[in-house]
Nanobody, 123 residues
Framework: QVQLVESGGGSVQSGGSLRLSCAASGAIDSRACMGWFRQAPGKEREKVAS????????DYADFVKGRFTISQDNAKNTLYLQMNSLESEDTAMYYCAAAKACWWLQLQQNTYWGQGTQVTVSS
């Protein structure tokens, strides 16, 4: 069992920055891959970024490359998402996710989810 608690969301103007945090606990092998997803009203949930804790690689959606950075503090069991140059299109509920493998995360199957944190970007 894995528990994920997000924080750091809020309202910001276009061009601004936010840093999301996800405090994780529970079985370490079930957190081998962690990531951030988002869901805007009326749209499907989509992957933003992920990090493979086994090999240390990261993966980003094209729409955030160069603007967002995913990182992890293993000592604090905390996952971060630094979001810069925010745009109104980034407005969504952001979810932290964890899975035993990144292909599960990508499929959004056998994945643990946090409760979400709202990010609102005004133009």
């Amino acid at each position: 069992q894995v528990q994920l608690v997000e924080s750091g969301g809020g309202s910001v103007q276009s061009g601004g920055s936010l840093r999301l945090s996800c405090a994780a606990s529970g079985a370490i092998d079930s957190r081998a891959c962690m990531g951030w997803f988002r869901q805007a009203p009326g749209k499907e949930r989509e992957k933003v970024a992920s990090i493979n804790n086994v090999v240390g690689t990261t993966d980003y959606a094209d729409f955030v490359k160069g603007r967002f950075t995913i990182s992890q503090d293993n000592a604090k069991n905390t996952l971060y998402l630094q979001m810069n140059s925010l745009e109104s299109e980034d407005t969504a509920m952001y979810y932290c996710a964890a899975a035993k493998a990144c292909w599960w995360l990508q499929l959004q199957q056998n994945t643990y989810w946090g409760q979400g944190t709202q990010v609102t970007v005004s133009s």
